[in-house]
């Protein structure tokens, strides 16, 4: 059975740093199509950034230059790692892999992906 489990959400300060992590079972990471998503109170779920086999990744531009999507294939993890935070980063962020390869303009769609996490709060304070 395919399974993901994120971890290392919490609360911090604006400016600080946390790092999601994405363990998968069932699914091996380094033949899918991997991504973050986040959905913040009231709004919808929205992508973050994804990871591509090689070093394609994709990123929201509300987190360019302070989120770095990556993935250890040993561990068969993901992680997110989120510098420089902020109020608006607060939201429950879930990751998400679709087998195989998905074009690159779809990669942060919600809809191009199958398995999904629980999710894990990040909540950052002014």
């Known amino acids: 059975e395919m399974e993901l489990a994120e971890s290392g959400g919490g609360l911090v300060q604006a400016g600080g740093s946390l790092r999601l992590s994405c363990t998968s079972s069932?699914?091996?990471?380094?033949?899918?199509?991997v991504a973050w998503f986040r959905q913040a109170p009231g709004k919808e779920l929205g992508g973050v950034a994804s990871?591509?086999?090689?070093?394609?990744?994709e990123y929201a531009n509300s987190v360019v230059g302070r989120f770095t999507i990556s993935r250890d294939n040993a561990k068969n993890t993901l992680y997110l790692q989120m510098n420089r935070l902020n109020p608006q980063d607060t939201a429950m962020y879930y990751c998400?892999?679709?087998?195989?390869?998905?074009?690159?303009?779809?990669?942060?769609?919600?809809?191009?992906?199958?398995?999904w996490g629980q999710g894990t709060q990040v909540t950052v304070s002014s």
């Open positions: 069932g699914l091996t990471l380094a033949l899918a199509t």
């Open positions: 998400a892999a679709q087998p195989g390869l998905i074009l690159q303009w779809l990669r942060l769609r919600r809809d191009a992906y199958t398995y």
């Open positions: 990871f591509c086999r090689g070093d394609n990744m």
